[in-house]
């Protein structure tokens, strides 16, 4: 399968969801690493499973198409993902956190859109448009989720005697 002219938009547009799918890893596993808590960490390695297959599926797509990955955008992405990670260790840790949860819900937005396009175009197959959204489902609960600042117990504790 080929892209044809009608098409000429698309391989930019692969080009820029590879990329962000790149980003997205970066971020998550930035966020991972600091957690404190372990089912938090469990959550986010699930996610992070979940947008490397998806990212490979991508790859798979662009392959049957005849386009290859391009390898200035993806190294633009880690560079993005690098000066992010800088801004996030300047100010409030619950900022940071919530900034790259929010990040990575938009992504997965984007994501989502993503895959409605491909099945407009004809590119993604109905069952395996439905298995991909799916899984895009899932990815948005665990983040949202997440994304919850935490909060700190300040009911009065139990006097000691």
């Known amino acids: 399968m080929k892209v044809s002219a009608k098409e000429a938009w698309l391989p930019a547009y692969l080009h820029d969801h ?3 799918s790149v980003t997205a890893v970066d971020i998550a596993h930035r966020r991972r690493d600091a957690e404190t808590d372990g089912p938090s960490k469990a959550a986010l390695e699930l996610f992070i499973q979940d947008v490397v297959e998806d990212r490979e599926r991508l790859r798979d797509l662009m ?3 005849g386009i290859a990955p391009s ?5 633009v992405a880690t560079g993005v993902a690098w000066l992010d990670a800088v801004r996030s260790m300047v100010g409030p840790s619950d900022l940071g956190r919530i900034r790259d949860f929010e990040l990575l819900l938009m992504g997965v937005r984007g994501k989502e859109l993503l ?3 491909l099945s407009r175009v004809g590119v993604l ?3 395996l448009q439905r298995l991909l959204l799916e899984r895009v489902a899932s990815q948005r609960l665990i983040l949202e ?3 919850a600042p935490r ?3 300040t ?3 139990e006097p000691t005697v």
């Not at 390898?71 to 190294?75: E, H």
């Open 145 to 147: 989720q997440l994304h």
């Open 63 to 65: 392959s049957q198409l």
């Open 125 to 127: 197959d109905p069952a």
């Open 71 to 75: 390898v200035w955008k993806q190294a």
């Open 155 to 157: 009911s009065p504790s």
């Open 151 to 153: 909060t700190v117990d």
């Open 18 to 20: 590879l990329a962000g």
């Open 115 to 117: 895959w409605h396009t």
